[in-house]
């Protein structure tokens, strides 16, 4: 897959289906992180701080995920992700189960918590 241009530009290239459940997940890491900047980070679409990568997400052929970019903030949370954890930093959804938006927030708040104690408040 070629690396998005725009944020807008990934959305645009996806099936409906998929867009509208990315648009969700967007949406609400939007709410979650109001000062984050949106843009492409390491290659998907996501949100900066300072910056730099913050959290990602993108689109598979039969699942999505959502990349909080570190291992430790999923740790924070294994127990309520429970088997959407899929690896060291990676969140997957079936895009038939309904998106936990609570769950979704609090793994951002704890990223940016995370990220405001490395680099000072954003």
Same mark, same amino acid.
């Given at each position: 897959?070629?690396?998005?241009?725009?944020?807008?530009?990934?959305?645009?290239?996806?099936?409906?289906?998929?867009?509208?459940?990315?648009?969700?997940?967007?949406?609400?890491?939007?709410?979650?992180?109001?000062?984050?900047?949106?843009?492409?980070?390491?290659?998907?679409?996501?949100?900066?701080?300072?910056?730099?990568?913050?959290?990602?997400?993108?689109?598979?052929?039969?699942?999505?995920?959502?990349?909080?970019?570190?291992?430790?903030?999923?740790?924070?949370?294994?127990?309520?992700?429970?088997?959407? @954890?899929?690896?060291?930093?990676?969140?997957?959804?079936?895009?038939?189960?309904?998106?936990? @938006?609570?769950?979704?927030?609090? @793994?951002?708040?704890?990223?940016?918590?995370?990220?405001?104690?490395?680099?000072?408040?954003?």
């Amino acid at each position: 897959m070629e690396k998005p241009k725009s944020v807008e530009a990934y959305l645009s290239s996806l099936p409906p289906e998929q867009r509208k459940v990315l648009q969700r997940l967007r949406d609400t890491i939007a709410a979650a992180a109001p000062h984050a900047e949106e843009g492409i980070t390491y290659s998907m679409p996501g949100f900066l701080v300072g910056g730099k990568g913050f959290v990602g997400y993108m689109a598979f052929k039969d699942h999505y995920s959502f990349f909080p970019m570190s291992p430790a903030a999923v740790d924070v949370h294994r127990k309520e992700l429970g088997d959407h @954890v899929t690896g060291k930093g990676t969140i997957s959804f079936d895009y038939g189960e309904r998106l936990p @938006v609570t769950l979704i927030k609090k @793994v951002v708040k704890t990223r940016l918590a995370e990220v405001e104690t490395r680099r000072g408040r954003y």
